[in-house]
C-alpha cells in the first residue's frame, strides 16, 4: 500500500526530522508573501472531512494549492454521507476518480488506518476521533523549535482534557522521540493513566501549578464535549481549576510559551489576557500548519 501519513507512533524520530527540516524550508521569510512552486502540479488532492474544521482544512488546501496541486475538500455535511453512505463506499467512490492522495478528518479512532488497507491511495489523517493528529504535533514541534531552537532538554507540560485528545496523544508520541520531559496535567477523569506507559518519565499531576512548574512549553487543549458522553467533571468549575490565566503565567518560567491547538475557547480553558500575551504561539502554530503540510504533502506525494 502507498505510505501516506497516518500518525505519528510509527515514525522513526529521523522521519519527524526529515519532515521538519523541509517544513523550515517552506517556511516564508519574515515578511514575504509566498510564491507558488510547481511541485505537485498535476497531482490532485481530495480533502475529506467528515468532523467541522477550519484550521486544518483551510491549511492543507493552501499548502497543496502553494506546491502547485489542485486540490477539493469534501465534507460530510454537503455529501452522500448524509445520504446514508459508508464510509467505504465514499472512499471506493473517490478512489475511482483517482487523486494523488486523500486527507481525511473522522470521528472514528483508526478509520484512515483502516482504509488504507483497502485504497491504492496513499492517505493522511488530519485527525481520528480520540487516537492521533499528526500534523497538529509537527506543526506544534516546529513552533517550540522556531522559539527554543531545539527541542532538547524541554519539559513540556499538556494541560487539559487529555483522555479525548488526538492531539495530546500526537504530541507524546512525538515529544517522547526526542526525549522531552512530559508532564499531562487535567481533571483526574480526563487524565488516564495508561497514556503515562508511551514513554518513561511521563508525570501525570491534577496540580495545574505542579504542572508548569519549570516547564518551557505549556501546551492547552480544548475541553472536547463532543466526546464526551457524560459530564467528566463540573464544567462551571474548570476554568477555576483548569484555565490557564496570568497568575499562572507569572509564577512560570519567565520564557514559558503557550500553545493551543485551537478553536480556544476563551474563559474555559484558557484566559484572553494569556492567549493574546506575548508568550502565546498560538497563532504561530497556525501559521506553521502551512509549512508543515505542505513538507508532509510533497513527501507522501513525491516518493
Ligand atoms: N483542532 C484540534 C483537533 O481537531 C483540537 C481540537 O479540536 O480541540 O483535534
Do not use: W
Not at 496535567?185 to 508525570?203: D, H, N, Q, R
Not at 466526546?227 to 507569572?250: D, S, V
Amino acid at each position: 500500500m502507498p505510505a501516506g501519513l497516518l500518525d505519528i507512533e510509527s515514525l522513526s524520530r529521523n522521519d519527524v526530522e526529515a519532515i521538519l527540516a523541509r517544513s523550515k524550508f517552506f517556511q516564508p521569510a519574515a515578511g514575504q508573501t509566498f510564491k507558488r512552486l510547481d511541485t505537485l502540479r498535476g497531482r490532485t488532492v481530495v480533502n475529506l472531512f467528515f468532523e467541522s474544521s477550519t484550521r486544518t482544512r483551510t491549511s492543507f488546501e493552501i499548502a497543496a494549492r502553494r506546491l502547485g496541486a489542485d486540490i477539493l475538500s469534501i465534507t460530510a455535511a454537503g455529501s452522500s454521507v448524509s445520504k446514508g453512505e459508508s464510509l467505504v463506499d465514499t472512499l471506493n467512490t473517490l478512489g475511482a476518480m483517482r487523486p494523488d492522495a486523500i486527507v481525511m478528518r473522522h470521528s472514528a479512532s483508526g478509520a484512515p488506518h483502516f482504509l488504507s488497507r483497502y485504497l491504492p491511495i496513499p492517505i493522511v489523517n488530519a485527525g481520528d476521533g480520540t487516537h492521533e493528529h499528526p500534523t497538529q504535533a509537527l506543526l506544534d514541534a516546529l513552533t517550540i523549535i522556531d522559539r527554543r531552537g531545539s527541542l532538547d532538554g524541554l519539559r513540556i507540560a499538556i494541560i487539559g482534557d487529555i483522555a479525548h485528545s488526538r492531539v495530546a496523544r500526537s504530541n507524546i508520541f512525538l515529544l517522547s522521540k526526542f526525549g522531552v520531559q512530559i508532564v499531562l496535567c487535567g481533571p483526574a477523569s480526563l487524565v488516564p493513566s495508561e497514556l503515562a506507559s508511551i514513554a518513561p518519565g511521563i508525570e501525570l499531576t491534577t496540580d495545574i501549578f505542579k504542572a508548569i512548574d519549570n516547564a518551557h512549553v505549556i501546551m492547552m487543549l480544548r475541553v472536547q464535549l463532543e466526546r464526551q458522553h457524560e459530564a467528566a467533571f463540573p464544567a462551571n468549575e474548570y476554568f477555576q481549576f483548569f484555565g490557564l490565566r496570568p497568575e499562572h503565567i507569572e509564577r512560570a518560567k519567565p520564557d514559558v510559551i503557550v500553545m493551543h491547538p485551537g478553536p480556544i475557547n476563551r474563559g474555559r480553558e484558557i484566559s484572553s489576557e494569556v492567549a493574546d500575551s506575548q508568550r502565546s504561539a498560538i497563532l504561530n502554530q497556525v501559521e506553521n500548519g502551512i509549512a508543515v503540510r505542505m513538507a508532509v504533502l510533497e513527501r507522501v506525494l513525491m516518493q
